[in-house]
Nanobody, 127 residues
Framework: QVQLVESGGGSVQAGGTLRLSCVVS????????MGWFRQVPGKTREGVAA???????TYADSVKGRFAIYRGSSKSTLFLEMNSLKSEDSAMYYC?????????????????????WGQGTQVTVSS
């Protein structure tokens, strides 16, 4: 059973930086596709960033140039480096994993493609 546990959320002022971590365990074969999503109460969950098996990253337009997704050297930890944070980045951030994503969706960040989810970590950015 694949398990994902996020950490690193917190409160920060606008313009600040946070790094989220997601530890993946319980897998025999490493999930190739991993991503970060975020959700604000009352709104649908939004794809933020995703990474594939060859470390190619995809970003939502709203975070391009500010956020970076990458895996640790052991490939068991996923990170989201968030710079120049804005108040609109405030949300619950979720880590997600998938063993396969259809090729047509690999340049997108589609919630229904991911089958394993963490519990989330809250990010609050004050202006």
């Amino acid at each position: 059973q694949v398990q994902l546990v996020e950490s690193g959320g917190g409160s920060v002022q606008a313009g600040g930086t946070l790094r989220l971590s997601c530890v993946v365990s319980g897998w025999t074969n490493r999930p190739l596709f991993m991503g970060w999503f975020r959700q604000v109460p009352g709104k649908t969950r939004e794809g933020v960033a995703a990474i594939d098996g060859v470390e190619t990253a995809t970003y939502a337009d709203s975070v391009k140039g500010r956020f970076a997704i990458y895996r640790g050297s052991s490939k068991s930890t996923l990170f989201l480096e968030m710079n120049s944070l804005k108040s609109e980045d405030s949300a619950m951030y979720y880590c997600a994993a998938a063993f396969f994503i259809p090729p047509g969706n690999r340049k997108r960040i589609v919630e229904s493609d991911f089958h394993y989810w963490g519990q989330g970590t809250q990010v609050t950015v004050s202006s």
